[in-house]
């Protein structure tokens, strides 16, 4: 349809040009409107079986049934029906609430950071990974993405050791399949029947969530009752407790708990019809069942006595039960108070009825294995996609959560102290209470209650683990962020994650063949601190950068909560274990550093990439303050690139050099010049950026790109020179190739150009380096087995020249290369002195090098260099007098300096012509050519014309000419094997009038380093270097500080 027809009655006309780019308002809202945030890679059960409706089911859940349940679900479990009474007697009611009050405010600091992030724009439905993701980077966010993975893993397998240490211990202990045949194997019997049935749970869960995970999300409902009915069960029976305490007595001999498993009576003998006779407990401490037996010394001289082991709310024992009986591996369960007498031959062997600890118990141990017990806080976010109002919901329904768990496990550790006696909370496995569940003795109206909601709650809660954490992984790897994950994106046609769930159950194993819940719970305490530390760091980078993007809705946040927070989780790391903490920090760095440097590169607006930003400017602004120390000096080099005319880089060796010299560190450059106008040239501009960006990677030269766009290339060249980096970081060396084309007819200045560049160098007093014949550099994957690097140090230019080749001999291309310096002696220097300051000069600096003098006395100027220098000045002063244009005096001069270079190139290269007579250089201005210039310009001055060819070289450049000339043949004979040559490079002439001292310095420096640009010279590589000492002075450098 024509534009003119589209827009044809709308009142936006003016905006028609724009249209095709950028929609209209109208549209861009109702795009939002209609916006939804399904699971990235994952369709739901639900809408695949109902997949043929085209509407989009309409999320409906509130706070209430959305959030607040699923968190109070994930956060109440196994800890708090198997360990939570343990805890409390061992670490006693004072440090258990430390404990507890710890570990609740860390999740409540990093629920608050959570609520921040989640209602900061829409919130996308995959939990912390894409909080963590979106607000650090892709780095960042596969690192702890990756840990809260192996965290929700491991938690499965603890949930289902869980579930099979109530079956084997308070259900059915004779469903065990290793007996303990000896005594002290117990422990052992019981891991081997755990990994056992810990296989057996993994594979059927695996095949329920693989067959029909939607039946596991409808029995998530069943599964929170059964946590609800016991907590209150526990709350009902603490109440009774006040009136009427249930009766469960407990045995003691002495001070000693007393394993009820195998005897009945708690007497030593009981009397029956007047008649004393021995119990069962009796036969377990003594040889034989006659009175006169020979018993256990201890057994013999304590009594046994019998006491409530609940003995109610209001009997005072809370006040026993507030400090610690921390305890060794082995030890025996006593009470405090109790009268004990010692025995001569005091053994606690294992042989006898005594309730032994299993473990060694101390502080710190005791935070690492309850802290699991306060995780499951990202359930919310995770189904934020199903709520009706997530940034609503998960703030309120999370924090309402996390208070009420905090209420009730602070409450119950003060019930559980002030109820339950002492020796039974510190009793594991409720051995002195006939194998009953410690907390379920407490419960009303029977401890079945606990066993059997406990149960089922920790089977939901492994299925739940093993739905969710294969559905984490899946996003990670379709982010593709980390590589070798990729395959776990995959699955079945309706998006369930097949090879992810494997995976899952595989690691899952791993923790079942662990086979303890109390190893198993620190290591999943590692992972889940993690990532709780990076959503605090997350909500903290955000709050402090003050991005325009950071405007969350829930309010009551602040950076210093979330740095609290964060500082609370890397503490608790260390406290439950500082080895374990030491290597999930290994596990998640060693994935961070993979996805930077092999994942693919995402750009989600990061905060990480924010704080680099401020970072950057405030190092700026502070390099800005002042120049570099001589310590911390070291070329920042602008690369001066040639392009052909597929934007494609002339001499890729020059970024291959780069690399080599620079090694990734400081600051590099890379400048290039298009000629014509920007406009016109936006195309060619973007491909020369991304040509040279490509060949920057392939080269593994690390810094910028800048391409300028200017009518000429000179001008763009004096751009790049004068405007390249940014405040401090700015460059101070300029890198640049040998012009090779001044021969040819379509390049007739680049030596111009070339001279002009030199200029501008150093008037804006920076160094400069020239390769010539770069082509024949080596590249990044050459090695050279041996080789010199000479260094002709001809005048003190600051040190640059002894600085080049140590930086060099730093990458492998030329570290087993020798430096050799080459420094020239005058008529009047003594050699032998010079080369002993010299060798002082190189001690200070700290590098090894030979040393050798070269003597160049002053010998007579050969014809061949003083007419070369009179036929310079004779072009040059006719094309002053000449009424030529601008166009023909520089044709003209390039004529000029084209057949002088020729003229010299081939005679001068090979050896048994060195000393042949130069052959007369042809004018392109005869006398012929003046006569008729001279009638064409009859007020022109004609003795001027005479004079021209009566006029003297100047001395002056007679001796350059001469010096050059000498000099090549010096380097030739001493460095004709040498694998690079640094060579002082003059400076270029002061006076900037007339073209005559450009062409003679360009010949100077070309008669110099002549010899390079022909095979079948040996001498492939020359680095002619040119460095500003007055800014090292003005900077007060010293070359010995290098």
Known sequence: MDRGNLYEGKNMALFEEEMDSNPMVSSLLNKLANYTNLTQGVVEHEADEDSKRKEVKVPRMGTFIGVYLPCLQNILGVILFLRLTWIVGTAGVLESFIIVFMCCACTMLTAISMSAIATNGVVPAGGSYYMISRSLGPEFGGAVGLCFYLGTTFAGAMYILGTIEILLTYISPSAAIFKDEEDGEETAAMLNNMRVYGTCIIALMAIVVFVGVKYVNKLALVFLACVILSIIAIYAGVIKTAFDPPDFPICLLGNRTLSKRNFDVCAKFIESNNETRTTKLWRLF???????????????????????????????????????????????????????????????????????????????????????????????????????????????????????????????????????????????????????????????????????????????????????????????????????????????????????????????????LIASLDSVAPILSMFFLMCYMFVNLACAVQTLLRTPNWRPRFKYYHWTLSFLGMSLCLALMFICSWYYALVAMLIAGCIYKYIEYRGAEKEWGDGIRGLSLNAARYALLRVEDGPPHTKNWRPQVLVLLNLDSEQLV????????????????????????????????????????????????????????????????????????????????????????????????????????????????????????????????????????????????????????????????????????????????????????????????????????????????????????????????????????????????????????????????????????????????????????????KHKNKETNLSGFKDIFNMKPNQSNVRRMHTAVKLNGVVLNKSQHAQLVLLNMPGPPKNRKGDENCILYYIALYLLTLGVLFDDCAIDRVMLVWENNLYLQQYGFHVCDF
């Open 286 to 512: 003594c040889d034989g069942p006659l009175l006169n037996a020979t018993c256990d010394d201890y057994f013999a001289l304590n009594n046994v006595t019998e006491i409530q082991g609940i003995p109610g709310v209001t009997s005072g024992v809370l006040l026993d039960n507030l400090w610690s009986a921390y305890s060794e591996k082995g030890s025996i369960v006593e009470k405090k108070g109790q009268p004990s007498v010692s025995g001569t031959e005091d053994n606690k062997a294992s042989g006898l009825p005594y309730v032994f600890t299993d473990i060694m118990t101390y502080f710190t141990m005791l935070v690492g294995i309850y802290f699991p017990s306060v995780t499951g806080i990202m359930a919310g976010s995770n189904r934020s996609g199903d709520l009706k109002d997530a940034q609503k919901s998960i703030p309120t329904g999370t924090i309402l959560a996390i208070a009420t768990t905090s209420f009730i496990y602070l409450s119950c550790i003060v019930l559980f102290g002030a109820c339950i006696e002492g020796v039974i909370l510190r009793d594991k496995f409720g051995e002195a209470v006939n194998g009953n569940l410690v907390v379920g003795t407490l419960a009303w109206p029977s401890p079945w209650v606990i066993v059997i909601g406990s149960f089922f709650s920790t089977c939901g809660a492994g299925l739940q683990s093993l739905t969710g954490a294969p559905r984490l992984l899946q996003a990670i790897a379709r982010d593709g962020i980390v590589p070798f994950i990729q395959v776990f994106g995959h699955g079945k046609a309706n998006g369930e994650p097949t090879w992810a769930l494997l995976l899952t159950a595989g690691i899952c194993e791993i923790g079942i």
């Open 650 to 933: 002339k001499h890729p060796r020059l970024l291959s050099f780069t690399s080599q010299l620079k090694a990734g560190k400081g600051l590099t450059i890379v400048g290039s010049v298009l000629q014509g106008i920007y406009l016109d040239k936006c195309v060619e501009t973007q491909k020369a950026e991304e040509n040279v960006k490509a060949l920057m990677g392939i080269e593994k030269t690390k810094g910028f790109c800048q391409i300028v766009v200017s009518p000429s290339c000179r001008d763009g060249i004096s751009h790049l020179i004068q405007s390249a980096g940014l405040g401090g970081m700015k460059h101070n060396t300029v890198l640049m190739a040998w012009p090779q084309s001044w021969k040819q007819t379509e390049n007739y200045f680049s030596w111009k150009n070339f001279v002009d560049t030199v200029r501008e160098t150093t008037a804006a007093q920076q160094a400069l380096l020239v390769a010539k014949n770069i082509d024949l550099f080596p590249t990044n994957h050459e090695r050279f087995t041996d080789g010199n690097i000479d260094v002709w140090w001809i005048v003190h230019d600051g040190g640059m020249l002894m600085l080049l080749p140590f930086l060099l001999r730093q990458h492998k291309v030329w570290r087993k290369c020798k430096m050799r310096i080459f420094t020239v002696a005058q008529m009047d220097d003594n050699s032998i002195q010079m080369k002993k300051d010299l060798q002082m000069f190189l001690y200070h600096l700290r590098l090894n090098a030979e040393v050798e003098v070269v003597e160049m006395f002053e010998n007579d100027i050969s014809a061949f260099t003083y007419e070369k220098t009179l036929v310079m000045e004779q072009r040059s002063q006719m094309l002053k007098q000449m009424q030529l244009s601008k166009n023909e005096r520089e044709r003209e001069a390039q004529l000029i300096h084209d057949r002088n270079t020729a003229s010299h190139s081939a005679p001068t290269v090979k050896a048994n012509v060195a000393a042949a007579a130069p052959e007369k250089v042809q004018m392109t201005w005869t006398k012929e050519k003046f006569v008729a210039e």
